[in-house]
């Protein structure tokens, strides 16, 4: 995985948010005014990867018109490929449109063709990420909670067992795990991105505001999820910092969505079935 991606209204206030919550740090800062991208900000660091966050700045462009049409979130995946002009000849070969190519270095499929979820394929490399050599800033602030691992990221899709199985053959991995029974705000299926999970959720719009704090009509990448070492610790001290939660189970502790300025944030003391990294 190159990085998850949220698209908000206030660069600042999420970047603030996840810096007291789980210790992220700024690696890169730019502002991009093509119209393909058309946000400030850039990839940040938290657990063992990266999140790439940003806030419209073109009217109209394509950041600008995520965060109106949905108000803001978690937007798409990236993931890091050897060369793109084979990427893209892969994806036409395998029925799977490019929407756009902003920069040599990076193209985006078209949503329409990998149900309703946005990826992001990139053959460039970033001095300032840690995988490449860069060195990581300190914290800002003492974070809440010692967050280990980027987790996963989170979708909702029409058919999670289905799309596990397009989207390994897409991105030349594997499905790491199958649920069928998983119930409500659980995966029903992983999908490796070789060094992280793409989790795929069953889409449930009348269900999701009391699972997510927010309405997921239709198909798109939703949350993203922070491994910690001890979860009822973890819910004690967000607790204890006035953090709301929509809900809380054995398994997952979901924050409130306002928290964090939309990017749906999802904390976890175990990495997923099948991840590369257990």
């Known amino acids: 995985m190159f990085h998850s991606t949220a698209m908000v209204v206030d660069y600042d206030a999420t970047c603030d948010a996840l810096a007291r919550l789980g210790g992220l740090r700024v690696m890169e800062y730019s502002e991009s005014m093509v119209p393909e991208v058309g946000r400030r900000g850039g990839m940040t660091w938290i657990g063992d990867n990266s999140i790439e966050i940003g806030q419209p700045i073109v009217a109209g462009g394509g950041a600008d018109r995520f965060v109106r049409r949905t108000g803001g979130g978690v937007h798409s995946v990236a993931v890091q490929v050897a060369d793109v002009e084979a990427t893209i000849a892969h994806l036409e070969a395998s029925g799977t449109r490019v929407a756009a190519r902003p920069d040599p270095d990076f193209c985006f499929s078209d949503p329409r063709d990998t149900g309703g979820v946005f990826f992001e394929w990139f053959a460039g490399a970033v001095p300032q990420d840690p995988r490449y050599g860069g060195e990581l800033p300190p914290y800002t602030v003492a ?125 976890v003391e175990d990495l997923l079935p099948g991840d590369p990294r257990r």
């Open 143 to 267: 974070p809440l909670l010692e967050v280990t691992h980027h987790a996963f990221i989170g979708a909702v899709v029409d058919d999670p067992l289905a799309w596990a199985s397009r989207y390994a053959g897409l991105l030349g991995t594997a499905v790491t795990f199958e649920d069928p029974t998983a119930p409500p705000g659980s995966p029903m299926a992983g999908v490796s991105l070789a060094d992280n999970t793409l989790a795929l959720y069953a889409l449930a719009p009348e269900a999701s505001e009391g699972l997510w704090g927010r309405e997921y009509a239709r198909a798109r990448t939703h949350v993203i999820g922070f491994r910690v070492p001890d979860l009822d610790e973890a819910a004690g001290l967000l607790a204890g910092a006035g953090v709301g939660l929509v809900r809380r189970d054995e398994r997952f502790l979901v924050v409130e969505p306002a928290v964090t300025g939309g990017a749906g944030t999802v904390f």
